[in-house]
């Protein structure tokens, strides 16, 4: 089965999607509409059925995005790190409060 690669970014108004073996471009309203538009393009351009072939997907972040995703990483390692001083320094937690680590 073929493959084709699939690079999705985010325009001004809609994703860009980008067929990388075609060198062609459509659009979509939403993340989630990029797949089928995708498909529905190399159907249309490799005259194949839309269930013939499989996709791989990129999506390009901002670095803006890149940066609150990295912000959110450390948050959370904080968190667990602070959660493990709390239970060594109390024990285990007991009634309702249940810890995820």
């Given at each position: 089965m073929t493959t084709y690669h699939v690079r999705v970014?985010?325009?001004?108004?809609?994703?860009?999607v980008h067929m990388v073996e075609l060198d062609r471009w459509t659009?979509?309203?939403t993340l989630r509409e990029a797949d089928p538009m995708?498909?529905?393009?190399?159907?249309?351009?490799?005259?194949v059925a839309p269930g013939s072939f499989d996709l791989t997907t990129d999506i390009a972040l901002s670095d803006e995005v890149t940066t609150h995703l990295e912000q959110a990483e450390q948050l959370r390692e904080q968190s667990r790190l602070a959660q493990a001083v709390l239970r060594l320094r109390y024990g285990k937690p007991r009634g309702c409060w249940r810890s995820r680590v």
């Open positions: 970014e985010r325009g001004d108004r809609y994703w860009l659009q979509a309203r995708a498909r529905d393009l190399v159907a249309m351009m490799a005259d």
